[in-house]
């Protein structure tokens, strides 16, 4: 049997549950809307880079090799540029488990940290911006940072998220689950497929609103309108903060 100080330990370290309170259930909707949002501007606005959807990225490496083209540098980065900051986000919630402390709260604040220096950086570069040059490509990167840590922490410090920037998998399991739901002769699985559905959904909405508001955005200020995905960062980690003080957290 665990001592209590045990599971106080587990208590200080887990992640919280997706519907533990109001605020975890709301914040993978706005996180969809970071990341659509996101991920549209850095398209519309450096010259065709994906920050959120990296498989778009080898899609349009591909073309460009079988095509003949000069690959453009930022799509190159990108892979790699998430893969690295996976890994090391794995590595930070590894150090913040061993001092016992709840990853939630500090994987958002580095999301914001990442967005907020991809909207200095990309407002400074001004409107004329050379998606080919150091300032745009650096500006890029820390976008695709901020979306590899926010990929990471729905998977290990939100129990029960969906993805809240990959949609072909989360249309997938929402139609396979209605589906269940429609047809299923076990009671036990379409409860299950019913409660995934409630996550699904507005993971789904939140993304689309999101790829609207910065399209939007983008067409008519240009990068600031990366100031709507930071600002929502913001209020994700003052989501994340009220959820794990909630929970009792550390």
């Given at each position: 049997?665990?001592?209590?100080?045990?599971?106080?330990?587990?208590a200080?370290?887990?992640?919280?549950?997706?519907?533990?309170?109001?605020?975890t259930?709301?914040?993978?909707?706005v996180?969809?809307v970071?990341?659509?949002?996101?991920?549209?501007?850095?398209?519309?606005?450096?010259?065709g880079?994906?920050?959120?959807?990296?498989?778009?990225?080898?899609?349009?490496?591909?073309?460009?090799?079988?095509?003949?083209?000069a690959?453009?540098?930022?799509?190159?980065?990108?892979?790699?540029?998430?893969?690295?900051?996976?890994?090391?986000t794995r590595?930070?919630?590894?150090?913040?488990?061993?001092?016992?402390?709840?990853?939630?709260r500090?994987?958002?604040?580095?999301?914001?940290?990442?967005?907020?220096?991809?909207?200095?950086?990309g407002?400074?570069a001004?409107?004329?911006l050379?998606?080919?040059?150091?300032?745009a490509?650096?500006?890029?990167?820390?976008?695709?940072?901020?979306?590899?840590?926010?990929?990471?922490?729905?998977?290990?410090?939100?129990?029960?998220?969906?993805?809240?920037?990959?949609?072909?998998?989360?249309?997938?399991?929402?139609?396979?689950?209605?589906?269940?739901?429609l047809?299923?002769?076990?009671?036990?699985?379409?409860?299950?497929?019913?409660?995934?559905?409630?996550?699904t959904?507005?993971?789904?909405?939140?993304?689309?609103?999101g790829?609207?508001?910065?399209?939007?955005?983008?067409?008519t200020?240009?990068?600031w309108?990366?100031?709507?995905?930071?600002?929502?960062?913001?209020l994700?980690?003052?989501?994340?903060?009220?959820?794990?003080?909630?929970g009792?957290?550390?």
């Amino acid at each position: 049997m665990m001592s209590p100080e045990a599971e106080g330990r587990t208590a200080w370290v887990s992640a919280p549950s997706v519907d533990s309170s109001l605020g975890t259930k709301l914040l993978p909707s706005v996180l969809s809307v970071i990341a659509g949002s996101v991920d549209v501007i850095s398209f519309l606005g450096l010259g065709g880079l994906f920050t959120a959807h990296i498989t778009g990225n080898l899609v349009i490496l591909a073309a460009h090799v079988v095509s003949g083209g000069a690959a453009p540098l930022a799509p190159m980065l990108s892979v790699p540029v998430f893969m690295v900051v996976l890994g090391l986000t794995r590595l930070l919630v590894g150090g913040l488990e061993a001092i016992e402390l709840a990853s939630l709260r500090p994987l958002l604040l580095l999301q914001f940290l990442l967005l907020a220096g991809f909207l200095v950086l990309g407002v400074a570069a001004g409107p004329r911006l050379d998606p080919n040059a150091a300032n745009a490509i650096v500006a890029g990167m820390l976008g695709v940072a901020a979306m590899a840590v926010q990929n990471a922490l729905v998977q290990i410090s939100l129990t029960g998220a969906p993805s809240t920037a990959v949609m072909t998998t989360n249309v997938t399991r929402f139609m396979m689950d209605v589906g269940e739901v429609l047809l299923g002769r076990d009671p036990a699985e379409v409860a299950q497929a019913r409660r995934r559905t409630q996550h699904t959904w507005p993971a789904i909405v939140g993304f689309t609103v999101g790829c609207g508001l910065g399209a939007a955005g983008e067409a008519t200020v240009g990068l600031w309108s990366l100031a709507l995905p930071a600002g929502l960062a913001l209020l994700a980690l003052a989501m994340g903060v009220a959820a794990t003080l909630d929970g009792g957290e550390r």
